[in-house]
């Protein structure tokens, strides 16, 4: 019996030509990616790095959603506030040798106790539904685009918090709001009731799909100018509030929303208009 023994054939290394082919392939595969990504970025008007936008270029995204949110929410007879833009944190980094800053901008809105649920699944399901808004444990989150991130939530009885966040991006530019002119005069009538004077003034406005603004004008009380109680305090003026606390009072004057704070012993008094009134 003979026994036959057979050996492996030495690997060959590939040839150039097996070698181009294979660099044709991944680089043809890399360009599909690439090119689906950027398609994706066109769709979702974004880059497809958060980080290759300035924080600047994500304002309008961030004033866009928060527009939307206070828009859903206004068949719900909510009574709005819109604030500025707020830096959430000093410093992050977006890349090993680079830092860069988080802006978002946030807006309250008022509604009976009891119904701030129901409100953030109005909002999502008024929603534009590439945002793919979702509500779980009474908290609201949505993708605006641009890689901007929509929230809410609950902050107490009849108050729900919206916020629209940059996430950490380059700071190439201050942030700041344009300044404007504005009707004082919700303002001043609540001033004139709690004998406040001295107040520094600030208008807040994002520009509403349809055209408009949803516009916030803020005064600021001093130290020691909050009352005791502002429901003891308004009450009599605006019976019919949609809020009623000691440090907080929120209700309708005609298509005005109007909300008076207190805080540290100073008060803070606001007046809103949605985004058909000019």
């Known amino acids: 019996m003979c026994h036959v023994t057979i050996h492996g ?11 181009r082919r294979w660099l044709v392939v991944i680089t043809t595969l890399w360009a599909v990616l690439v090119t689906g990504l950027a398609l994706y970025a066109a769709h979702r008007g974004g880059s497809t790095v958060r980080t290759q936008t300035s924080v600047s270029q994500a304002l309008p995204t961030v004033d866009r959603a928060v527009a939307e949110a206070v828009t859903a929410a206004a068949p719900a007879g909510a009574v709005a506030q819109v ?26 809105l008022y509604v009976p106790a009891g119904q701030e649920g129901a409100l953030l699944d109005r909002i999502r399901a008024a929603l534009p539904g590439d945002y793919d808004a979702q509500v779980r444990d ?28 940059t996430g950490c991006r380059p700071l190439t530019a201050p942030v700041r709001e344009a300044s404007e002119a504005a009707d004082r005069r919700p303002v001043e009538a609540v001033l004139a009731t709690l004998k406040v004077g001295g107040a520094a003034w600030q208008t807040h406005r994002v520009p509403c799909a349809q055209g408009g603004y949803v516009r916030t004008v803020q005064a600021d009380g001093p130290a020691g100018s909050g009352p005791a109680s502002l429901v003891d305090a308004l009450r009599a ?24 704070r207190t805080r540290n012993g100073a008060v803070t008094v606001t007046a809103t208009t949605g985004c058909g009134v000019q």
């Open 83 to 108: 604030g500025g833009y707020h830096e959430v944190s000093g410093r992050c980094t977006v890349t090993a040798v680079r830092n860069g800053a988080r802006y978002e901008r946030v807006a309250h």
């Open 237 to 260: 003026t605006a019976p019919d509030a949609v809020v009623a606390r000691p440090e907080l009072y929120a209700y309708r004057s005609g298509p005005v929303g109007i909300v008076a």
């Open 9 to 19: 054939s030495p690997t060959r290394p590939a040839s150039p030509a097996s070698r």
């Open 138 to 165: 009474r908290r609201l989150t949505a993708d605006a685009g641009d890689f901007v991130a929509l929230k809410g939530s609950v902050e107490g009885a009849g108050e729900v918090r919206i916020s629209a966040d």
